[in-house]
């Protein structure tokens, strides 16, 4: 089960997943393997010195893109770089391109995780091509019962393996009500009424595990005709068994 905050404030754009039972972060389990150009609005945020993967983003403009607020938080933009582009978390993949500014919420906290987002501005232009597209914004909250998209480089099962190529699964919005219901008591505390909770349609994916399916922090949930609705921010769990 996952959550999805929703706030707008000053560009901001404030979305939280959630699954239950065992904390982890940026992951997607019982996903599958994306199709290239599947999902052109995808980025990668990986360290400058290594160009090692660490979160997940996605286009808005030509230099702007959006990412979690614990993914940015006391880094600095000269130890970034941003990759679009990319199919697979190859370091010669993708289009890379330096990073000028980070720009955390102004009100996040890191403790509960309440406004988890970041903007990020890129030094240069980026060039839009079949494979680089920005995302569309979706102009209201998301209702109950629609289907969306969640897609990542995080791991794929329990032991911490990250999948070579970009992972998606389908999940569906449910009640907050019922979706504060399968949180643990402390859990709950961290569900508002701001927030979009949506389930995992499917258990079982091409990387052949059964499960919930996790996106990478800073990833996005995209409805199915393709507009913009959260952010991957933090999960609980990431194992179903229906």
Known sequence: MLIFNFLILLFFFNFEILNANVLRKGKIVGGYSADYYQFPYQASLRTALMSTH???AFLLTERWLMSAGHCTDKRKPSGVVVVVGAFT????EGVKHNVLLLVTHPEFDAKSLQNDISMIKTETFIDFTISIRPVRLQAMPAEEGIEAFVSGWGYINSKGTNPDVLQWIKVKTINIDECREKMSKQNA???FETNICADAMEST???GNGGACMGDSGGPLVTVDGALIGIVSWE????FTN
């Open 54 to 56: 660490f979160c997940g």
């Open 89 to 92: 978390r190859a370091k010669d």
């Open 189 to 191: 505390e961290r569900i």
């Open 205 to 207: 994916g091409s990387n």
């Open 236 to 239: 609980v769990s990431i194992i």
